[in-house]
């Protein structure tokens, strides 16, 4: 056999054809290096004595940039373990042979990869960029010879470590006779010496790209002030998350950092997206970079915290890898600069962001909240360096690359401050810090993190391991917050009812539910209506198709309630789900009391309706469910009326049933729309563009929902970008 083709997790396929020495990654979603080492397609071996790592030399890039809401091409870490653990830079290394790693892939991913790549090793590339964040000339002099020093004296195009091969119309050769054939998107040919393989890199619209981990599920309550250990791993490590911890304050959620996989991640502790208040970034190495996209998958723009010289390195590296332009960062996070080394009072939390010695712009946070014998202070050192590689990068000349002794007893002097909780890198190597420095550090509790190897003896004196879900109470919760988030929700659903009407219905139990529960079963009555408090739930009908993603703040059963309905779908939990409680009998009498019959079943038809769409029916809160249907009219079409002739740009149409006819060249993949389908999506993703030549093939009723409301929320916005690129089978 020539040619040889594995399958390894979905939508990612391994290709070997060890005549020519070429092994070809096909997909590569984040994570995917830990796919491979469990697969055994990534080993350690030795050779003239000297000990690296085998695996792919090529990387096929998929078409779509995103599938299942997620970005599909993450290259960097396929791209850093070829280069520096199989040694193909390093010089006089065995398996540094001349050949250059491969990226293979369409035009537009190709060039978004090698950009993206470029600004994830490097990040600012020159005293002018970091200028522009607002430091001072003799800060940005400094910050430049210390990469240059980690980048061996020079800034190098992505052009000078890797090759590249545009995927076009026709077979393209890979190398050494090996050629490649688009046959549709996402879907190619693979041929040697007469022998072909087929790759098909497309997921289903209800898979998702698999974790390589499993992690359990965790019930995890909300603290006045605490830390949720999300990860302890590095970006090598099969086993566990790349460091990542969460902060909890007066019961809000915030990420430090937002890994591979931090979906999953949110999942497995009971966590729904739209709980996330904000996000505090260290720098943008892809094992805290790469769950960034998927957190623009909330049904808001959440709150983004980092200081302008971080926020400008992780927007230049954003904009690469979507192919946006750098302004449009301000449009998926709400972004809240820090100022370095002060104190920023977010919310009552306090927090403190300063200079790591790193290849990329680098922060580390220091957290503290006030508390009866003063503050509680948790430190995040993410990424930091070692205090034998700083030494090694020691000068007395400020014209030379490399460190001053100011600097370097500045950094060591920040590491040993004394906190209540500290978590420490300790990767090791040339970029990652040791535990060995902190052998003398008074912190309370230090937790060793950013490694893949177990801890040593000496490590195991230094600090404790944090397992993961694990929770550092740093200030004790004295307060009910679940009972506080179940009146607001409520107060959403009914803004004019008085808060004595509305205790009728928030004085009912608080329940814990397991994961994978059956709440309510398709066809069945329910006596109970469930107002989601914290997780998530899954809506589900296979005759449909529908699989829709219910957040906290939806309502549960209350069709039974309004109507005497069975339930038209099976309600079933993902994680741990904490609900109010409220008997049907008891809702139906409230909702006829206070005269809301009406409204209320109107606003709950629309919702139904958008929670069974795909574009709608993942994790919208409550609160963005309420704004739509409030502003959504519905449109009656007989046969062969158009629907667009005048160019309406101003409305997203959603069919609710009927049939709709598309103009020539609308998509590659259907002539005709059917219900829970859309159209007028150009105009929300462009602005400018006006789509006309739609037609009733039958009566059609349609719902119209402002482009002003859809423009604003980050998941819808998402969606209609990744069936974009299908339908008209383009990437950028």
């Given at each position: 056999m020539q040619v040889e083709k594995i399958h390894v997790t979905r939508g990612v396929y391994f290709v070997r054809i060890p005549d020519v020495g070429l092994n070809i990654l096909c997909g590569c979603p984040s994570d995917v290096v830990k796919h491979l080492m469990k697969h055994g397609l990534i080993v350690t071996v030795e050779r003239n004595g000297v000990t690296f790592e085998t695996g792919p030399n090529a990387i096929l890039l998929s078409d779509v940039m995103l599938q299942s809401g997620v970005v599909a091409n993450m290259a960097e870490f396929p791209v850093l373990q070829m280069l520096y653990r199989q040694g193909m830079l390093i010089p006089d290394h065995p398996n540094n042979t001349g050949a250059k790693p491969l990226i293979i892939g369409s035009a537009e991913q190709v060039k978004a990869q090698m950009e993206y790549i470029y600004r994830g090793n490097y990040g600012l590339v020159s005293e002018e960029e970091i200028l522009e964040t607002g430091l001072d000339a003799d800060t940005a002099r400094r910050l430049m010879r210390m990469k240059l020093k980690f980048a061996f004296g020079a800034i190098r195009g992505t052009e000078d470590l890797l090759d590249s091969v545009v995927v076009a119309d026709g077979p393209s050769e890979i190398r050494n006779g090996v050629t490649i054939r688009r046959t549709a998107t996402n879907n190619f040919?693979?041929?040697?010496a007469g022998e072909t393989v087929s790759i098909d890199l497309n997921l289903a619209r209800n898979e998702e790209y698999e974790p390589p981990y499993f992690l359990g599920m965790h019930n995890i309550p909300r603290e006045y002030f605490g830390v949720i250990h999300a990860g302890e791993g590095d970006g090598w490590d099969i086993n566990r998350t790349c460091m990542t911890s969460i902060l909890m304050f007066h019961g809000k959620i915030y990420l430090i950092d937002a890994g591979p996989n931090i979906l999953y991640n949110l999942k497995s502790l009971g966590i729904g997206l739209n709980e996330i208040e904000g996000i505090f970034h260290t720098h943008a190495h892809?094992?805290?970079?790469?769950?960034?996209?998927?957190?623009?998958?909330?049904?808001?723009?959440?709150?983004?915290?980092?200081?302008?010289?971080?926020?400008?390195?992780?927007?230049?590296?954003?904009?690469?890898?979507?192919?946006?332009?750098?302004?449009?960062?301000?449009?998926?996070?709400?972004?809240?600069?820090?100022?370095?080394?002060?104190?920023?009072?977010?919310?009552?939390?306090?927090?403190?962001?300063?200079?790591?010695?790193?290849?990329?712009?680098?922060?580390?946070?220091?957290?503290?909240?006030?508390?009866?014998?003063?503050?509680?202070?948790?430190?995040?050192?993410?990424?930091?360096?070692?205090?034998?590689?700083?030494?090694?990068?020691?000068?007395?000349?400020?014209?030379?690359?490399?460190?001053?002794?100011?600097?370097?007893?500045?950094?060591?002097?920040?590491?040993?401050?004394?906190?209540?909780?500290?978590?420490?890198?300790?990767?090791?190597?040339?970029?990652?810090?040791?535990?060995?420095?902190?052998?003398?550090?008074?912190?309370?509790?230090?937790?060793?993190?950013?490694?893949?190897?177990?801890?040593?003896?000496?490590?195991?004196?230094?600090?404790?391991?944090?397992?993961?879900?694990?929770?550092?109470?740093?200030?004790?919760?004295?307060?009910?917050?679940?009972?506080?988030?179940?009146?607001?929700?409520?107060?959403?659903?009914?803004?004019?009812?008085?808060?004595?009407?509305?205790?009728?219905?928030?004085?009912?139990?608080?329940?814990?539910?397991?994961?994978?529960?059956?709440?309510?079963?398709?066809?069945?009555?329910?006596?109970?209506v469930y107002l989601i408090l914290t997780g998530d739930v899954e809506m589900i009908n296979t005759k449909t198709g529908v699989r829709a993603l219910l957040a906290s703040g939806a309502l549960i059963g209350e069709q039974m309630a309004l109507h005497g309905l069975a339930a038209g779908h099976t309600f079933r939990t993902r994680n741990f789900v904490n609900v109010l409680a409220m008997p049907t009998e008891l809702f139906r009498r409230f909702i006829r009391k206070n005269d809301l019959f009406k409204e209320f079943s109107r606003l709950d038809e629309n919702r139904y309706f958008l929670r069974s769409t795909w574009l709608f029916g993942q994790s919208l809160s409550h609160k963005t469910q309420n704004l739509i249907c409030q502003e959504m009219t519905l449109l009656q079409a007989e046969e062969g009326d158009a629907i667009l002739e005048n160019g309406d740009g101003s409305y997203l149409h959603v069919i609710k049933s009927g049939a709709v006819n598309c103009p020539e060249g609308y998509s590659e993949q259907s002539e005709m729309l059917l219900a829970g389908e859309y159209f007028g999506d150009a105009s929300i993703l462009f602005g400018d563009q006006l789509e006309e030549g739609f037609r009733a093939t039958c009566p059609t009723s349609i719902y119209k929902i402002p482009v002003e409301i859809v423009r604003d929320i980050p998941i819808v916005r998402w969606k209609l970008l990744e069936n974009y690129q299908r339908r008209t089978g383009t990437s950028g």
């Open positions: 040919e693979i041929s040697y892809d094992d805290h970079f790469a769950g960034l996209t998927d957190i623009i998958g909330a049904d808001h723009r959440v709150r983004y915290f980092a200081t302008p010289l971080i926020r400008s390195s992780v927007t230049k590296k954003m904009s690469a890898l979507l192919s946006i332009d750098e302004s449009r960062f301000q449009n998926l996070f709400d972004v809240c600069d820090l100022e370095l080394n002060e104190w920023n009072n977010i919310d009552g939390m306090e927090v403190k962001p300063v200079l790591s010695p790193h290849p990329v712009e680098t922060n580390i946070f220091f957290f503290r909240a006030m508390w009866a014998q003063g503050y509680k202070t948790y430190a995040h050192f993410a990424d930091i360096s070692s205090l034998t590689v700083m030494e090694n990068m020691l000068t007395d000349n400020p014209n030379e690359i490399g460190m001053s002794r100011a600097f370097y007893e500045e950094v060591k002097q920040t590491y040993l401050t004394k906190t209540d909780l500290k978590k420490l890198d300790i990767g090791g190597g040339m970029i990652h810090g040791a535990a060995v420095d902190f052998r003398d550090d008074e912190s309370d509790k230090i937790i060793l993190a950013h490694r893949a190897d177990p801890l040593t003896l000496e490590e195991e004196e230094i600090g404790s391991a944090a397992p993961y879900g694990t929770v550092d109470v740093l200030i004790p919760n004295y307060q009910t917050y679940t009972r506080r988030n179940a009146f607001q929700y409520m107060r959403t659903y009914f803004p004019d009812i008085a808060q004595e009407q509305l205790s009728t219905l928030l004085n009912n139990p608080l329940e814990t539910v397991n994961p994978e529960t059956i709440l309510i079963k398709e066809h069945e009555s329910n006596e109970t």
